[in-house]
């Protein structure tokens, strides 16, 4: 009995030994510096140097390492950042990530310390912040999962020109609604990667239909409804063909401008002489001389100005 249990655990051993020593993928491009940790030991990161399960990767300031796996998965890690190698996923510890998978039959993860993201094929970039426990994802092609690490119920679809975070302190660590991107975050996102451009060209496109305004979204903003057509057609190629051929700057939700018609109105001063339904904006010629004032005594004054309210007060209920 002890011996088959020795030999079950040398088994074991040896097959958790193999799998650690298969090289699942190598490193394609270098700028600055950065470290490959493994097994204790640290050295510093050649092109093409290969890579193996359970391997951790830190690129130092101002530096950039791209690497790939066997499954036809790229990944550019930026500046700061560092990322743990495992057999089937990579998980960000911190910084930010552009990946890109050409791979669309074969489901993968990558994982943060409180997000998980499930994909297969099309691109995205995800930024992790350590010190507020953090995990951003924007989608520049295709259409991935995101869920909570610890509540897997709590997951939401990103599609291609939008974004999505998670964090504990935003309702409970449920992702936030996917919000569409503008062109000016989708630019400043991707030029922190020198030298990356997305697979596809038309994924730019998404982002340059989303209005000025919308640059920041509301909690409760929903992507445009996507109209399928055809059972044939897949749910991403439907969403990219809405998007294009209707942008969201929809002429048809621009309010007219309402027009008002001013009516004559015809203003009337206390004291002057009133001429009920008479042109009152008239002006005699400036040749005709008027003619002096009549000298009147108090009490005429005080009765024509009498005469003059009355007629007035009696014009008015007229109208």
Known sequence: MNKIILTFLTL???????????????????????????????KEIRKGDQLFANSEIVVE?????????NADHRFHLNNSSSVAIGINSVELRTGDIWFQSLN??????????????????GEAIIS??????????????????????????????????????????????????????GEKTYKQLVTMFK??????????????QVEPKREIASVHQEVTPVIVTDSKT????????????????????????ETYKLEKVAI??????????????????????????????????HESKTQERDNLIQALKNL
């Open 61 to 69: 300031h101002s530096g950039q390492v791209t690497f790939t796996d």
């Open 128 to 181: 992790y912040d350590s010190a507020k426990g953090k995990t951003q994802l924007m989608v520049i092609n295709g259409i991935m999962k995101l869920s909570n690490l610890r509540t897997s119920e709590l997951n939401m679809s990103v599609a291609e020109g939008n974004f999505s975070f998670i964090d504990y302190s935003y309702e409970e660590g449920t992702p936030r609604d996917p919000t569409p991107v």
């Open 234 to 257: 897949s749910e991403l190629e439907v969403y990219r063909n809405n998007v294009l051929k209707n942008p969201r700057a929809n002429k048809s939700h621009v309010q007219k401008k």
């Open 104 to 121: 669309k039959t074969e489901n993968y993860q990558l994982k943060t310390a409180n997000a998980v993201v499930d994909y297969q094929g």
């Open 12 to 42: 074991s051993l040896s097959v958790h030994v193999l799998a650690n020593e298969v090289s699942i993928g190598r490193i394609v491009d270098v700028k600055g510096e950065g470290f490959i940790s493994r097994d204790g030991s640290t």
């Open 268 to 301: 009337h001063i206390y004291g002057q002489k009133l001429n009920v339904g008479k042109n009152t904006h008239s002006r005699m010629p400036a040749s005709v001389k008027e003619e002096p004032a009549s000298q009147f005594t108090p009490e005429v004054i």
């Open 195 to 208: 030298g990356v451009t997305p697979l596809d060209k038309k994924s730019e496109f998404i982002f340059k």
